[in-house]
């Protein structure tokens, strides 16, 4: 990562970003044999609904696993009898419709039914209050309603992505909606800001800042903009990673030599080294099942990704294609691993099977770094360079669908994708 120092300057807090200063997405490669849904328009206040169902149809078509169905304009509210047939002649094999009503309060309630086209029944309706301020919330929820009942798997599109913006002067760790849009400012500052990782509940942010003119970590609360020192010790602190549970961070210090991992309480109290080598030892991470911990270390010549249990103990070697394999991401059934690895002068996401150690690389870029799961492990977001500029990208770990995020105003870089919401 190239770090640029300047004069601190920092705002805490959450605010929201102008509208230039949003991530956009670019849908470059989509799924084999997408189904083919249709979203009718929802009866209702006109612009309200119309947001809503936009918001729907581009969570779905981003996927890259669905086909929007034209509508024709059709409204149709969520107890309309449905013609099964012309839906079938016009190629849908499942359709939803809905309404957005204004109660009394001044609120809205949102109810939508999902049909079956095939089949000639109903999948499921939900119903949900909300104010106009939770739209987009509402949407995504409706979005991932829908993408449940057709796949089987639960939807992302209520989750949220963290990453940083730097444009001249500045860095801004941004949290945003996982389509890009609802982008707001958790922290700005005029040092580099790197590593966000979050909590497994989603209500805190790790990250390492250089305000303090060296790294230290903090640990951020979303909610009250709050936040404390997790780990500055002397020398340098970084690679901060929560173990599943949330009570703790392995981190990378340096305080008594070389890089080096150890846990501390995600309070800042308390530290424990974990491994000890003659090299360097770095970005730890966690195994879904807080077992062990996948890090990168050069202890054998050469950048390669290891394994070691949570509390230390034998240390296993897992990478051994190549001379560079590096920022090891578990998938969340903890099946898989991606780690960007070094092929031809290219750095590229790969993608391993722990099972059988079968590799594909899932990109055709030249600069990946910083790969992130989405909580359901179909996607995986990370950041790379177009043109000399940093953008994220994501690609679903078959390699099929591919996505683009960039914003007009600077480069983005170090993406984090949320957990669940509960």
């Known amino acids: 990562m190239r770090l640029h120092r300047h004069i601190a300057g920092l705002a805490l807090g959450v605010v929201a970003v102008s509208a230039y200063a949003q991530l956009a997405i670019e849908i470059t490669g989509a799924g084999a044999n997408r189904l083919p849904v249709a979203i009718a328009d929802f009866p209702g206040e006109r612009i309200v609904s119309q947001a809503l169902t936009s918001v729907v149809r581009g969570d779905l078509e981003r996927s890259g696993l669905f086909k929007l169905v034209d509508t024709g304009g059709q409204a149709l509210p969520e107890n309309a009898s449905v013609a099964y047939g012309d839906w079938k002649a016009r190629g849908a094999d499942a359709l939803a419709v809905g309404s957005v009503a204004m109660t009394s309060e001044g609120r809205y309630e ?34 991932d309603f829908i993408y449940e009942k057709l796949t089987g798997e639960p939807g992302i599109f209520s989750t949220r992505i963290a990453y940083v913006v730097k444009s001249t002067g500045r860095f801004e760790l941004q949290i945003a909606d996982a389509d890009g849009g609802n982008a707001q400012t958790a922290l700005a500052s005029r040092e580099p800001i790197i590593s966000p990782t979050w909590s497994p509940d989603g209500s805190k942010l790790a990250y390492v800042s250089f305000e303090a003119k060296k790294p230290v970590v903090y640990v951020h609360d979303l909610s009250t903009g709050r936040r404390h020192v997790a780990a500055n010790f002397k020398g340098s602190n970084s690679a901060p990673a929560w173990s599943p549970d949330g009570r703790k961070l ?10 080096q991992l150890y846990l501390v309480n995600s309070d800042g109290s308390g530290v424990t080294r974990i491994a000890s080598s003659s090299g360097i030892d770095t970005e730890p991470q966690f195994s879904p099942d807080g077992q062990s911990i996948y890090f990168t270390s050069d202890r054998g010549g050469s950048p390669q990704i290891y394994r070691i249990g949570a509390t230390g103990g034998d240390v296993q070697r897992i990478t051994f294609d190549g001379s560079y394999n590096v920022t090891a991401r578990p998938s969340p059934d903890g099946r898989s691993l991606a780690y960007v690895s070094r092929s031809g002068g290219r750095f590229q996401l790969t993608l391993m099977d722990l099972a059988t150690k079968q590799t594909q690389i899932l990109t055709d870029s030249a600069k990946d770094e910083s790969p992130s799961f989405a909580p359901n492990g179909r996607m995986i977001i990370f950041a790379t360079e177009v043109g000399g500029r940093g953008v994220l990208a994501a690609v679903s770990t078959d390699g099929r669908v591919k996505q683009k995020l960039s914003i007009q105003a600077g480069d983005v870089r170090e993406p984090s994708w949320g957990p669940y919401v509960k």
């Open 250 to 259: 392995a981190v990378v210090l340096t305080k008594d030599g070389s890089s």
């Open 110 to 143: 949102t109810r939508f039914r999902l049909h079956d086209i095939q089949k000639q029944a109903v999948l499921g309706s939900q119903g949900y209050a909300h104010t106009s301020g939770q739209l987009r919330a509402t949407a995504h929820r409706i979005s």
